[in-house]
């Protein structure tokens, strides 16, 4: 069982930055971020694969927000920049993930939430 703790969400007007970080129990194979904005379903945002590093981002993030790991640690952070309102989210991390990391059905473990709300 892997235990995640999330923190780093915010309010936080458009252009701004956030960092998110997330720390795990236990060493996985993959560590990732979704959100899921009011009404709508959990959507990829990033992720990254322990063994060697490779990171994946969603189309609309991709430029803006970097993942990035410190493995020692077991964490992962997630920097947001030139935020939107449309970023406005519960962001999740996961952890776990063997295939598709975009697929939030391929994690197995999953953090609290932390509330990201971007004013314009």
């Known amino acids: 069982q892997v235990q995640l703790v999330e923190s780093g969400g915010g309010l936080v007007q458009a252009g701004d930055s956030l960092r998110l970080s997330c720390a795990a129990s236990?060493?996985?194979?993959?560590m990732g971020w979704f959100r899921q904005a009011p009404g709508k379903e959990r959507e990829f945002v990033a992720a990254?694969?322990?063994?060697?590093?490779?990171?994946y981002y969603a189309d609309d993030v991709t430029g803006r927000f970097t993942i990035s790991r410190d493995t020692y640690k077991n964490a992962v952070y997630l920097q947001m920049n030139s935020l939107k309102p449309e970023d406005t989210a519960v962001y999740y991390c996961a952890a776990g993930g063997w295939g598709n990391l975009k697929n939030p059905y391929e994690f197995d473990y999953w953090g609290q939430g932390t509330q990201v709300t971007v004013y314009s």
């Open positions: 990254m694969r322990w063994s060697d590093g490779s990171s």
């Open positions: 236990h060493n996985t194979y993959a």
